[in-house]
């Protein structure tokens, strides 16, 4: 069995051939293709954690959809002053199949 931990949009995801990740936004991709970089890669019972092997190693991804994540809502507010404040925000996220662990 092989599996690879990668960085997607500033987190870390196990991720396998035929994994779907959801990660922030990847503004350029080019021919629907996307690279990953490796953090961990296990290969049966060898597993490999230094960065001269990880260089080599390529994690690939085809583009699947841009999308938004759910509305968060975040509210401020401070007693006997009149202060309060409201706002909302949803993460740009892209979806990615990951098709090759090299």
């Known amino acids: 069995m092989v599996y690879a931990v990668v960085r997607a949009g500033g987190r870390q995801e196990k991720v396998e051939v035929g994994t779907i990740v ?4 990847v503004k350029s991709i080019k021919d629907g293709k996307v ?6 890669l296990v290969d049966g019972d060898k597993i ?11 994690v690939t991804a085809e583009f699947i959809e841009n ?3 759910p509305k968060i809502h975040i ?3 401070k ?4 202060y ?7 993460q740009e996220l892209t979806r990615v199949k ?3 662990i090299k």
């Open 48 to 58: 490999t954690t230094d960065a001269e092997s990880l260089a080599k190693v390529t």
């Open 35 to 40: 690279e990953l970089a490796a953090v961990l």
């Open 22 to 25: 959801t990660m922030d936004r």
């Open 79 to 82: 007693n006997k002053t009149g």
């Open 98 to 100: 990951i098709t090759g």
């Open 67 to 69: 999308l938004r994540g």
């Open 84 to 90: 309060k404040k409201r706002q909302g925000h949803r």
């Open 75 to 77: 509210q401020k507010f």
